[in-house]
């Protein structure tokens, strides 16, 4: 079921109505079902998936808890007659008892994960191998389903396991609620990744109907809808022209295609979060944000904080960190410091983990090379940046242009630029293709594209055009204004006139120039004599 | 203070909507100047309902039949529902809807649609269904004809099918919005201009000639009704030389009208009979008649109607008369308008 | 804490650790300094500050990350 479609309309409809119309005890349970309902409509096969990540999360967690309360009443119980030595060799028993069920449960969900979504990947590669070394024989891909959100429901589900077994948050003990905390319909789909702890908060409590919350939730799916059929569906079209057919469309053509991807992928993702965030919040759920303005960073390591939050802190916290600071990197610290020098040295381990959270980040996007370089490219540049650093410090000291607005804005745009090139490697069909596009900016020099009317070649209209340039212009201004708070605590404190023409303006906007139906082709109505 | 706060919302509510309301009869296709077709089915609810004979059927009814001669020449008080690309149950569901208003003698169902089992073309759907007032006989209809992409809820609010339209207003979209003048004579789609019948291309080879199973069941459906409603049904075929009308075809038909008793005319057998000349009797080669040669197969329908099922001469009925003057009128000047717009004498 | 706040004025000698109470919330250490100092902390102290530990509340102040240490030193 699509966020665009009528029947996910009537379906949050629906829940809505119900969900403050039943007695407020039942309202996680509804959601529960609702959750259910919504991956059973995709494919029933799907529910095996996350009926078994569900389970065995669950069960895990409660025995990991266990030792846990175990431990306490034990050290409680002998406190008087345990020896410091003695508790802290209970403790390590005890802990070494977590790990086993922490790696039981991260095996088997991540090994879900990677079998499905990696296997046709690695047949692929072993297939390209034999072929090199003169083998004729190949293997045939299988034939997976992917399970809708398997992504993010098993990194939220990874991601409390690990918390669990840090012992910061507790074990949820009712498997229903546990249940409903990884399939939370909403957030199924493109994320944000929830903690337990934090989404525990508002999803279980019983809600009343609290009209600012409807009507903020409403204003922020309205919204969302905005940025996703006026935006992003309407330059999907020249998108996919431009990078679907990488012979006719070369130099300025790939400049103009990485930034109507920008665009794009910018009011797509950022248009369903907004979906994603609102329907939650008509709940009275609270969900984490999971973007800050991120075309407003000014380098990449700050866009990486700013875009995909939730994903990104899911890396730093249950990747980057568990390997920086392992036995073995810190020694690994302590020799590179003595061999290289403090300040190198210092720098190995770090590169090495973000080296791995960056494949990872990769891989984890798409089961292709292309990710594994898009990955691995942000890498480089974070770490080249990194390297720089001490330069642009005696560039700063030098030029004092750090609080120069015009300076922030090149730093932005060269940002953008960036992350667009990055970035056009989940476009292009494969690797090499990708490379020689970027290199034809430079090679083939017909920035005349730009103004001669070939733009209007691309599936795109004049009344498009204009429409996508009202719509970027709508959203930096909205951008702005959110530097100075909440855009709807803004537009709520207007007069009320004001506010209903602002909301109802902008549901006519969606509504007339939503890409979305059938649409009116004009064509399709000459009678053709039948 | 509470109250004051309910009329509030109440008046932005009525605003809103009555506001969607206009923009949704804004955006809506008028049909006036480009395609005609899609306000035939529309029309016909302003029709005082007393109507001797329905026409229900495709192109091949309202472009063949004219129920100005019918009343005119035989005093046959006459009405056409037809559309284009009207699909067999398309045509059901609106005898349906018809018969709510009114009882005819006679319905005259055109039996081309046969050869469409399955819904063929969401454009069509919408000239056919838009203009039908809504009852159980549209839902049913709507469902019967939806192509894969079309949703329900795209009929019930055709803002949301035609909203990309505010683009491409004009005029004729707010001059039309609520009422606008008939483009047909009683259901009939004029054309007075000739273009000969030349190479008529034979049909190609189907792998199966048997009419499919829905179609049949839409048929069953139409003759039932009928015979419910005590009406008589007379299947007609068209003497439109394409879409190609197979032997084979004719046989099922032919076997299917003896079998159920229905008198069935297949004008392409009577030519002779009719007068029909493809060299000046059709305006697009072959596919529809044009006014001279709708006005001759009318007559033969005529003759049959009052000599053979016995129709009554109503001329005579002040009423009537008074209903068909203007009509008659308009026919008349619309023939004169055509011809100086083709440049014929 | 001495040491402590050595190691924290080395990474960023313009802010002022011993007042300081946000300097997560505030994005002033990012990931790659909390490493930076949890290894340093490794070699000076020698404790090991675990993966579980790095939550904002023991990193937000100088104060908080001493009482860490001090915490890990007594358990080990």
């Not at chain 1, 103009?256 to 248009?271: I, K, N, P, Q």
């Not at chain 2, 045509?91 to 050869?115: A, G, H």
């Not at chain 2, 190609?244 to 004008?267: C, D, K």
């Not at chain 2, 060299?279 to 033969?300: C, F, P, Q, W």
């Amino acid at each position: 079921m699509l966020f665009t479609s009528y029947d996910f309309l009537g379906f949050i409809l629906v829940l809505f109505v119900l969900y403050y119309i039943v007695p407020k005890k039942f309202q996680w349970p509804l959601l529960l079902g609702f959750s259910y309902i919504f991956y059973f409509l995709a494919d029933p096969t799907y529910l095996i998936y996350i009926g078994i990540t569900t389970v065995t999360v669950y069960l895990l967690g409660c025995k990991i808890e266990q030792f846990r309360e175990e431990q306490s009443a034990y050290l409680k119980a002998n406190k008087e007659v345990l020896s410091r030595e003695d508790k802290k060799l209970y403790k390590n028993k005890i802990k070494s008892k977590q790990w086993k069920y922490l790696l039981i449960a991260l095996f088997i969900n991540i090994g879900i994960l990677a079998v499905l979504k990696y296997t046709n990947f690695a047949i692929s590669n072993v297939n390209s191998i034999m072929g090199l070394l003169g083998s004729d024989k190949q293997f045939g891909f299988l034939d997976l389903a992917l399970p809708m959100g398997i992504s993010f429901y098993t990194f939220q589900s990874v991601g409390y396991i690990i918390d669990v077994y840090r012992g910061t948050c507790k074990a949820e003990k009712n498997i229903f609620k546990f249940a409903l905390f990884v399939s939370f319909f909403p957030q199924l789909v493109q994320g944000p990744i929830s903690r337990f702890s934090q989404m525990a908060e508002t999803l279980y409590q019983e809600h009343s109907f609290d009209a600012k919350n409807v009507c903020y939730g409403l204003q922020r799916i309205l919204w969302g809808f905005f940025k996703k059929l006026v935006i992003a569906d309407r330059i999907l079209t020249a998108v996919n022209e431009i990078i679907r057919n990488p012979d006719e469309y070369a130099g300025a053509y790939v400049f103009v295609g990485m930034m109507f991807y920008a665009l794009e992928l910018y009011a797509d993702f950022t248009g369903g979060i907004d979906v994603t965030i609102g329907v939650a919040e008509v709940l009275g759920i609270r969900l984490a944000e999971n973007f800050n303005r991120p075309f407003f960073s000014k380098s990449i390591k700050e866009y990486w904080n700013r875009w995909h939050i939730t994903m990104g802190t899911w890396f730093t916290d249950y990747i980057f960190y568990p390997i920086s600071v392992c036995g073995p990197m810190l020694k690994l610290s302590k020799f590179s410091r003595k061999k290289l020098g403090e300040n190198l040295g210092k720098r190995v381990p770090i590169y090495l983990s973000s080296f791995t959270v960056w494949l990872a980040t990769g891989i984890w996007h798409g089961a292709s090379w292309n990710f594994v370089v898009w990955g691995l490219g942000n890498w480089v540049v974070i770490m080249v940046s990194q390297e720089l650093e001490p330069l642009y410090a005696k560039f700063h000291a030098r030029f004092h242009l750090q609080s120069n607005r015009y300076f922030q804005f090149f730093q932005v745009i060269r940002t953008i630029f960036i992350m667009s090139c990055l970035r056009s490697f989940d476009c292009y069909r494969n690797v090499p293709v990708t490379f020689k596009m970027l290199g034809t900016m430079f090679t083939t020099w017909n920035w005349n594209i730009l103004w001669d009317g070939s733009l209007m070649q691309l599936g795109l209209t004049m009344t498009d055009y204009l429409i996508l340039l009202a719509g970027t212009i709508l959203l930096i201004a909205v951008s702005m204004i959110q530097r100075k708070g909440k855009v709807r605590d803004q537009i709520a404190a207007c007069p009320y006139a004001v506010r209903v023409a602002i909301w109802y303006g902008l549901f006519l906007v969606v509504l007339l120039t939503g890409v979305y139906g059938i649409g009116y082709e004009a064509s399709q109505f000459i009678y053709n004599q039948f | 203070m509470k109250k004051k706060a309910i009329l509030k919302y109440i008046i932005t509510a009525v605003v809103i909507c009555v506001s969607l309301f206009f923009l949704q009869k804004l955006v809506q296709p008028k049909y006036m100047s480009d395609v005609v077709e899609g306000r035939l089915i529309a029309e016909y609810y302003d029709e005082e309902k007393d109507h001797d004979v329905i026409f229900v059927g495709d192109c091949e009814v309202y472009e063949n039949f004219s129920p100005k001669v019918l009343w005119e020449e035989y005093g046959i008080n006459s009405y056409i529902r037809g559309s284009a690309q009207q699909l067999i149950w398309q045509s059901y569901y609106l005898l349906e809807d018809t018969l709510r208003y009114e009882k005819p003698d006679v319905v005259i169902f055109n039996i081309l649609s046969m050869m469409y089992d399955e819904p063929q073309k969401e454009a069509y759907n919408r000239m056919t269904i838009d203009g039908m007032k809504w009852s159980m006989s549209k839902v049913k209809s709507i469902q019967a004809s939806m192509t894969e992409r079309e949703e329900f809820l795209d009929y019930v609010f055709p803002i949301l099918r035609y909203h990309s339209r505010w683009n491409e207003l004009s005029k004729e979209d707010i001059t039309y919005m609520f009422d606008a003048p008939n483009v047909a004579f009683n259901g009939y789609y004029m054309r007075v201009d000739v273009k000969p019948a030349e190479n008529i291309p034979e049909g190609k080879i189907l792998a199966d000639y048997r009419f499919g199973d829905n179609s049949y069941y839409y048929l069953d459906k139409m003759v039932e009704l009928c015979e419910k409603e005590g009406v008589e049904l007379i299947f007609v075929k068209a003497p439109s030389l394409y879409p190609y009308w197979y032997p084979e075809w004719e046989e099922q038909m032919e076997e299917y009208a003896a079998e159920h008793g229905i008198r069935y005319i297949n004008f392409l057998e009577n030519v002779e009979e009719t007068g029909v000349d493809f060299a000046v009797d059709t305006y697009d080669a072959g596919l529809h008649m044009n006014l001279s040669g709708a006005e001759k197969i009318t007559r033969y329908l005529g003759d049959v109607l009052s000599e053979e099922v016995g129709l009554e001469d109503r001329r005579g009925e002040e009423k009537l008369q008074k209903i068909w003057e203007p009509k008659i009128k308009a026919y008349e000047e619309e023939i004169i308008r055509q011809y100086e717009k083709y440049g014929m004498n | 804490m001495e040491q402590l706040l050595e190691i924290l004025e080395e990474l960023h000698p313009e802010v002022d650790f011993e007042s300081c109470e946000t300097l997560i919330d505030d994005k002033i250490l990012d990931s790659f300094d909390i490493i930076s100092i949890i290894s340093e902390v490794n070699d000076v102290f020698d404790v090991t500050i675990s993966a579980e530990y790095i939550i904002p509340d023991n990193f937000n102040s100088a104060k908080a990350l001493y009482a860490l240490i001090e915490k890990l030193e007594d358990e080990e």
